[in-house]
Structure formats: C-alpha cells, structure tokens
C-alpha cells in the first residue's frame, strides 16, 4: 500500500519489451543492457507523486491519464514550416527533431573545427560505439529518476558532442526539437551526451517547441561532462504547445577550473519540470544555474536544480525569476550541498516571483545543507505582486496603466536574461519575453 500511495503506473511501462526491438541499435549488447535495466527500474518504480518530497509541488495525475503512444516517424516537412517565431533566433549548426527523430532535411550542418565530433545518437550508436559506451547512462545509473530511467529505456535519437582537448566550437550548436501531433497523444524521449575534454569550449542552444493541439510528452535527459578548464554555455527555451507535457532532466559533472553556464526560459506547455543537477568534483569549478517562467492560464512550470560542492574552492551562482498570472503555478526547488571537505565553498541562491493575478500560486523551496565551515552561502525566495508606487510614477509621466504594467514586468525579468554570461545570447531571449509580454496584453 505504501509504494501504490506513493508512486502512479507510468506511460508505457509495459510496452517496452515490444517497442525496444525497432529502437536504434537494438542488438547491440552494452546498450540492450542498458535499456532493459532502466526499463526494469522504472516499471518498479512508476511515476512519483506528490507524496514524494522532490515532488511535492508537481502532479503528474493528469500526464498519467493519457494513454501515449511511442511517437512514429514524421513524413516530410517543409523547412519554413517549423514554428520559428517560437524558436530562439539562432545563427550556428542546426539539429532539427520532430517528435524526438533528427530531421536531416531540417537540419544544417556545416564544416567542423578539428577535435570536434558531433552526430546524432542514432548514428553514433554504431560509428562512435566505444566513446559512447564510456559515458552514455554514466552520469545518471547510480540514481533513482523515473523519467531519467524512461528515457533511458526508449531513447531513440538525440545528439552526441565530444570536443577533444583544447578544441572549440566555432559557432553555437542549435538542438531544435519539435512536438507535432494529431490525434493520437505521443511521447518521445530525445537524449543528450556532451563530453568537452580539458579547455575545451562549446555554446549549446535549445529549443523545445510544438506544432498543433494534440497532448505529447517530450521527456529529455542529457549528460555534460566537462573536463579540467573547459567551458561550456548551455541556454534552453522551453516554448511547448499548450496540450504538452515537458519533463526534462540535466546532469552535469565539473572538474577543475571548468564553468557550465546554464539558462533556461520557460513559457510553453500544459505541465513542465525542467531539472538540473550540477556537481563540481574539482578545484576552482564553477557554475551558474540561472532562469526564468512566465506563466498563464493553468499552466504548471517547475523549476528544480541541485548544484553540489564536493571540492573545496567552488562557486555557484543562481538566480531564477517567475511572473505568473491568471491560475498559474510556479514551482521553484533549489538546494546546495556543501560536503564536507569542500572549505572556501561560494555559492549564492536567489529565486523571486512576480503574481499578477489573485489565483495565480508559486511554492518555493530553497534550501542550503552545509558541513563545512569556512564558506560563503546565501539563499533567499520572495513573492510579491508590482509595486502600486512604482505604477504611479509612470502613469504621472503619461504613461497609460497597462503600458506601465508591461514596461515593470519586462524590467524585472530583465534582471533575470541579464544573468547570462553571453551577451549576444540575451537577444533571442529578450525577444520571446517580449512576445510574451504583448500576449498578455492583447
């Protein structure tokens, strides 16, 4: 009775003996292995509810009434068919998935710098098998993730970057990923694999977005891994049709002196949970976990993230920023762990929202767990509604109220898109807030 109370029966658990036969590299002994022990841990387990701590605050009843199924391959689609106005305006190599398949016809990838390697997964299952097999589930076997073991277990394509040392990558790759469905609710699980060797540096951009009214589930899992002084820019939209379900789980592991700079935007989608778990195993790591969700309607946004400062002489930063109106719920789930050994530790944490409607709801949940003793931590969470003072003085300077309105909300998500270390990787983000912002106007 305790496990049923404390977990729901996950979409195509069953299934997964069938569907893993037509899976790209079926056969392939390491992998089938691999498959088979995520899907056995993951029929045990079922989706967690809200009687599990780290999901306290999402539901997943309502992902778990929808009988999806494994999403099939897309005929042809025409280039200009893709949603770009809900894509990040991005000029760099291009890998397009259509319910979680590399589209080639889609995609546009140019001449590679020497020591780079990129493919989707598909492809490298069988031309890069033993690099793959060195890091693929590696990051992720030891703990128990549901949708991580989901994805695992029905991974069909997805993107495999490697950078040897001191190599870098020219221009940002563009990871676009597209949802598009008719009648039938579909699930996909796309897979990312990023190994960046010593110094070596990299931008990676994500856009998650979808094409008609029809439910799907895009479940994501990547693994970084970045070696001694590499450097990696990681910036994500998720911008998921209104019917979607988005959950997506990031692993990251830091050596010595390397940066992983992340930022994630979430408007899209019916539910979403957008996870990342960053440790830094070496000295002089770093990382900056910054975001922002703009929510409406009844959407649900959930941002969780994890950073763990195993080393002595760390830094993290993390900002996240919520405007949410009508009967929106904002989740917000952030813990830092200071082990030990890891004196000099600096890590700051910072999460605020904004409500512009009575029934719209945010939980926050920071939390700072330290063994240590000489670090330097900080923590904090606010909610509140605009500032009638602040709303005044503008209306004084003849500014209409709803003008007004929108010229605060854009400035205080600001505050969030100006965390990014990347300048010009601002721009496309400024832009979808701003079409968020006008949304909400008209």
């Not at 690099?131 to 949708?147: C, T």
């Not at 579909?186 to 439910?215: M, N, Q, W």
């Amino acid at each position: 009775m305790a496990l049923a109370a404390r977990s729901y029966p996950g979409p195509l658990a069953n299934r997964h003996a069938e569907l893993s036969l037509k899976l790209a590299g079926a056969g392939v002994g390491w992998l089938d292995t691999l498959r088979a022990d995520s899907a056995a841990r993951y029929r045990a387990t079922g989706l967690p509810t809200p009687k599990v701590e780290a999901w306290r605050y999402t539901n997943l009843k309502d992902l778990v009434g929808i009988d999806f199924a494994s999403a099939p391959v897309v005929g042809d689609m025409a280039l200009d068919s893709l949603p770009r106005a809900s894509l990040l305006a991005v000029n760099g190599h291009v890998l397009a998935f259509v319910n979680g398949r590399l589209r080639p016809d889609l995609s546009t990838l140019d001449t590679l710098p020497a020591g780079v390697t990129l493919l989707p997964l598909s492809e490298a299952i069988h031309s890069d098998e033993q690099a793959l097999s060195a890091h693929l589930g590696r990051l992720v076997e030891a703990e128990e993730n549901p949708f991580v073991d989901l994805n695992t277990a029905l991974m069909e394509d997805g993107v495999v970057l490697r950078l040897a040392d001191g190599a870098v990558l020219d221009k940002p790759l563009h990871i676009i990923s597209v949802g598009a469905v008719a009648d039938t609710p579909l699930a996909f699980f796309p897979r990312l694999l990023a190994v960046l060797g010593r110094d070596a540096r990299a931008t990676i951009f994500e856009s998650h977005a979808g094409i008609g009214e029809g439910a799907y589930l895009s479940a994501m899992a990547s693994e970084i891994v970045l070696g001694a002084g590499a450097h990696l820019e990681h910036y994500k939209l998720q911008n998921e049709s209104q019917s979607a379900f988005h959950v997506a789980n990031t692993r990251v592991t830091v050596e010595a002196g390397a940066v992983y700079d992340n930022f994630v935007l979430q408007i899209g989608s019916r539910l979403s949970r957008n996870e990342v778990h960053t440790a830094l195993i070496g000295e002089g790591a770093s990382c900056r976990l910054n975001g922002a969700y703009l929510g409406a309607g009844k959407q649900h946004l959930d941002s969780t993230t994890f950073i763990d400062h195993a080393v002595p002489v760390c830094a993290s930063r993390e900002v996240y920023k919520g405007v949410l109106d009508d009967q929106a719920h904002g989740v917000f789930q952030g813990k830092i762990l200071v082990r030990r050994d890891a004196q000099q530790t600096d890590g700051h944490q910072l999460n605020r929202a904004l409500l512009l409607s009575r029934q719209a709801e945010v939980n926050a949940k920071p939390e700072l767990e330290i063994y240590a003793d000489d670090v330097k931590c900080s923590h904090g969470a606010t909610v509140g509604e605009l500032a009638d003072d602040q709303l005044f003085y503008l209306q004084a300077r003849g500014i209409d109220r709803e003008t007004a309105r929108g010229l605060l909300i854009e400035a205080y998500v600001q505050e969030a898109l100006d965390e990014i270390g990347n300048a010009e990787a601002r721009l496309p983000f400024q832009r979808l807030v701003g079409g968020w912002l006008k949304s909400r106007k008209g």
